[in-house]
């Protein structure tokens, strides 16, 4: 039984998750624009370069990203709100992880490529993104194990 203060917290949360995602979804959108005319601005130019090619996918991997969560935000606390089947919940979790952990390796390649391009012995940085990612799918592999031990019993 929900009290008609419950009912407002729940319009209100939902409502910032929408507004945010809103907002969020027309920055990526911008992002991805940006990104377009930037790759046609250089072919047309004529400075389109493969380096230069790098600083736009970094966009569009930064764009998907944001677009994959605000659609994993969406789709989580508003329109399933309430639902907490364990095995959706670590399905969707994992999702949401693979997502970060695909920006974070795409990222940690496109700034490893340009780093071998300028400095070298700044190859540490890129290499982190790589360690995050691996310790990221290892810590959900993790859950995923400890989370199906404690279904069996």
Avoid: C, W
Wanted: aromatic share 12%.
């Amino acid at each position: 039984m929900q009290t008609k203060a419950d009912k407002a917290i729940r319009f209100f949360a939902n409502a910032g998750y929408i507004i945010g995602g809103v907002i969020l979804f027309l920055l990526a959108i911008a992002i991805i624009v940006s990104a377009v005319f930037g790759i046609v601005r250089d072919i047309y130019s004529g400075g389109f370069t493969v380096y230069s090619l790098l600083d736009e996918v970094a966009l569009l991997i930064f764009a998907i990203a944001v677009i994959d969560v605000v659609k994993y935000l969406m789709t989580e606390e508003v329109l399933h709100e309430g639902e907490k089947d364990p095995k959706a919940e670590r399905r969707s979790l994992t999702k949401f992880f693979v997502i970060i952990v695909t920006a974070l390796s795409l990222e940690g390649l496109v700034v490893t490529i340009e780093t071998a391009k300028t400095d070298i012995s700044k190859v540490m940085y890129p290499i982190a993104f790589f360690a995050i990612a691996t310790f990221l799918i290892i810590g959900v592999g993790i859950y995923q194990y400890l989370n199906s031990l404690s279904e069996r019993e």
